[in-house]
């Protein structure tokens, strides 16, 4: 197992997941997402994700719970996060923090096609999520997700192909590898 701390951030539908998962896999990481533990939460309340969010900015709990695992399986190293605030809660112990990006539009179709749903119904349910977070992060972390200063890489995944992406990705971890061995 690779001894290494990679954080995977950005908004819904940017393709942390798929990048997260293929770089967990490569390099024989283990992968946390604050996604799946968020859905897994609304599937045990019984509640849709917008309706999750619209509570979690009540409750603060849901946040710190999912932040909370995910620092704490950063402690344990040799993983890679997947998380819109991954790189924030991993800031200072990250290897590697790359923030992926893509106009919303992208997104929403990426996830209304990948979830088989109508597309103005996620344009609202994504819209609806990402302005709770914003609200949220703002007032439990102090974090303004518009500043991507903390990240050593920003990436527009609806510029190239995944292919592509992947090998900028590996060029990335094995830079940081070499650099990393002296």
């Known amino acids: 197992m690779t001894n290494m701390i990679i ?4 908004f819904h ?3 942390k997941s798929t990048i997260a998962k293929y770089i967990a896999k490569k390099y024989n990481l283990r992968y946390i997402s604050s996604g799946e533990l968020f859905r897994k939460i609304a599937g045990e309340r019984g509640v849709s994700l917008s309706e999750l969010s619209r509570i979690a900015e009540e409750d ?3 946040d710190y719970e999912i932040d909370n695992r995910i620092r704490e399986e950063a402690k344990k190293g040799s993983m890679v996060g997947d998380a819109l605030l991954s790189g924030w809660m ?3 112990v990250a290897d590697i923090k790359i923030w992926l990006k893509a106009p919303l539009e992208v997104r929403v179709k990426r996830i209304a096609d990948r979830e088989g749903r109508d ?3 996620v344009y609202n ?3 609806e999520r990402e302005n709770s977070e914003r609200r949220r992060f703002r007032k439990y972390y102090g974090v303004d997700l518009d500043d991507l200063s903390i990240y050593d890489y920003i990436l527009s995944t ?3 192909d995944l292919n592509t992406l992947i090998k900028i990705i590996d060029e990335i971890i094995s830079n940081y590898m070499v650099r990393r061995e002296g």
């Open 7 to 10: 954080a995977i951030a950005g």
């Open 13 to 15: 539908g940017a393709g």
């Open 60 to 62: 603060p709990s849901i």
């Open 90 to 92: 991993l800031k200072d």
């Open 119 to 121: 597309y103005n119904e």
């Open 125 to 127: 349910e994504t819209l």
């Open 158 to 160: 609806h510029l190239i």
